[in-house]
């Protein structure tokens, strides 16, 4: 594998215009009603729908992810997906505001699994809405070899035993209007002949970022303080066509949410709040 310290530290700063119609898209998309307006709070997580990167044709890889290198270091392996990330909340964003992402490579880690050579890059973005940061946040991205036998599609079973619990249809339509509204060509999501074939999964893979979405969504209506940190962990993938549990409950200074199909959890997350007085 290629030395990439080169590419720790680097950084890049774009800038966004948090328009109304993209996270009321969602909104509705999601059954909500979609009334946000100027002025209003950016619901949380509601910022990865904006500061798409968006390139040409031949930019692009066999994935339908930008090509490597650039920003981004060119690891050397195939597949690629959002593990997990951390967020803490300083103060809301605003929709109609104009933001700067400045995003910085903290660190690139080869590891080995039991699938094989892993490469972990570690990135921070930092969201200004023109008066301080409003949203740090790192993620984890992992590089990983080409994928070997296919995963079995989950089983559908009964709900799980949570105080929070709400149930989603991740079907081809959802999944593709969050890879439109996130501007995410990843094939995976969209395209089944390819995400069977090529990456060998049983289906649709449901985007990690949208499970996020949803768990932190299902905290801040249950939770009765305002939601300052948020750290998520995906542990495999839920695919379409089979019911999407979302869960969870109150924990120590927050919540502990998760997703599951069957009897297996998706992803896990932890949501901290802020003391009321």
């Known amino acids: 594998m290629s030395d990439f310290d080169d590419w720790v530290g680097r950084s890049q700063a774009t800038t966004d215009t948090l328009d109304c119609a993209r996270s009321n898209a969602l909104s509705v998309a999601l059954g909500g009603e979609g009334t946000l307006q100027a002025g209003d709070a950016l619901p949380l997580l509601h910022h990865w729908l904006y500061f798409w990167d968006v390139k040409p044709p031949a930019g692009l890889g066999q994935d339908g992810h930008p090509a490597k290198g650039g920003f981004l270091p060119p690891v050397p392996l195939p597949r690629r997906m959002w593990a997990g990330g951390r967020l803490t909340f300083h103060k809301p964003l605003l929709l109609g505001a104009q933001v700067t992402k400045t995003s910085t490579i903290l660190s690139v880690n080869e590891k080995t699994g039991r699938t094989g050579t892993l490469v972990f890059v570690t990135v921070r973005h930092e969201l200004d809405g023109g008066d301080g940061v409003a949203v740090s946040e790192e993620q984890d991205l992992v590089y990983r ?4 036998a296919s ?3 989950p089983v559908a079973a009964p709900a799980p035993r949570a105080a929070w619990l709400e149930q ?3 079907d081809p339509v959802l999944l593709f209007r969050y890879s439109a509204l996130t501007m995410n ?3 995976i999501h969209y395209d089944r002949p390819y995400a069977i074939g090529e990456e060998a999964y049983p289906g649709l893979v449901v985007h990690g970022p949208l499970q996020a979405t949803l768990l932190i969504a299902i905290a801040e209506r249950n939770l009765h303080a305002p939601i300052t940190g948020f750290s998520f962990r995906g542990q495999q993938p839920a695919f379409d066509g089979v019911p999407l549990h979302v869960c969870g409950g109150p924990g120590e ?3 502990e949410v998760w997703t599951q199909q069957g009897e297996a959890k ?6 901290s709040t802020a003391a009321l007085s």
Request: avoid cysteine; charge should be negative.
């Open 145 to 148: 070899e080409p994928a070997g």
């Open 253 to 255: 200074g927050g919540a």
């Open 168 to 170: 989603v249809d991740p």
């Open 185 to 187: 060509g990843h094939r």
């Open 266 to 271: 998706n992803m896990v997350a932890s949501v």
């Open 151 to 153: 995963l079995p599609m």
